[in-house]
């Protein structure tokens, strides 16, 4: 497998009136191609902060983070954008369809931003929405009246009908039932086995099972799972002895 992106000592310091809030700590992480990775951490501990710089939606504070061999942490406003509607596909707990435009209609957008000929938007678009398991018959629906598994499932092949190098996702499956939330699991699989590359955040341990890899999250430092078992029996312990 070759390497996707790779973060290097990546700080992220916001500063306002009420003070400076240093909400990452010198974080390290490399993902391969091909490779499913689940971020976990509680509220506040600079998960969503960490996928922002990987989405190029925010840059770091001190650090490099590098997409297939390009640093993109001093990249223009304009080259970011680019990127991030080329070479990034993002999938959100809240899905982000438009309601009233029908399925396939919802996948080609990306498309239609990045001007791809109308026959060529179609045809990506059909193979997308057929590699993530839709069916044909639901591609003229209005996406208001689909299933919450499957509008999730349309968003996933929004996300993926560029060919992205890198799948985000978002608690995926945060509004979704324990079955429904398995078939889209089994979906980002399917992917991860297509050789996509995929880094999913999440809360919930049953998701985390379906990851190649799982790293943890706490107070902006990144923890191994042998890590994240020390600090939890830490605190339990010093729980206990409270009471």
């Not at 598994?149 to 993926?160: D, E, F, K, L, T």
């Amino acid at each position: 497998m070759s390497q996707v992106l790779r973060i290097q000592d990546v700080h992220r310091i916001y500063e306002n009136e009420a003070g400076i809030t240093h909400v990452l700590h010198g974080v390290n992480l490399s993902v391969e191609r091909g490779e499913l990775l689940v971020i976990m951490g509680p509220s506040g501990s600079g998960k969503s902060t960490l996928m922002n710089i990987m989405g190029c939606l925010d840059r770091p504070t001190l650090g490099t983070y590098t997409l297939e061999g390009i640093d993109v942490s001093e990249l223009s406003d304009d080259d970011l954008a680019f990127i991030r509607s080329t070479r990034i596909g993002f999938v959100f707990q809240s899905f982000n369809l438009l309601p009233r435009a029908t399925v396939l209609r919802n996948v080609t957008l990306p498309l239609i931003y990045a001007r791809t000929p109308k026959a060529e938007r179609v045809e990506r678009a059909i193979e997308a929405l057929t590699m993530v398991g839709v069916p044909v018959d639901l591609f003229d629906h209005r996406s208001n009246q689909l299933s919450g598994g499957q509008m999730q499932r349309v968003a996933i092949a929004r996300a993926i009908v560029n060919d992205p190098a890198l799948i985000l996702a978002d608690e995926p499956t945060g509004n979704l039932d324990s079955a429904t939330s398995d078939m889209v699991m089994a979906t980002f699989s399917h992917l991860r086995d297509q050789n996509k590359t995929v880094v999913l955040i999440t809360h919930d341990p049953e998701v985390a099972e379906w990851a190649d890899r799982v790293i943890y999250i706490r107070d902006g430092i990144l923890l191994t799972a042998e890590q994240e078992e020390a600090y939890v029996k830490s605190r339990d312990g010093q729980a206990r002895g409270r009471t």
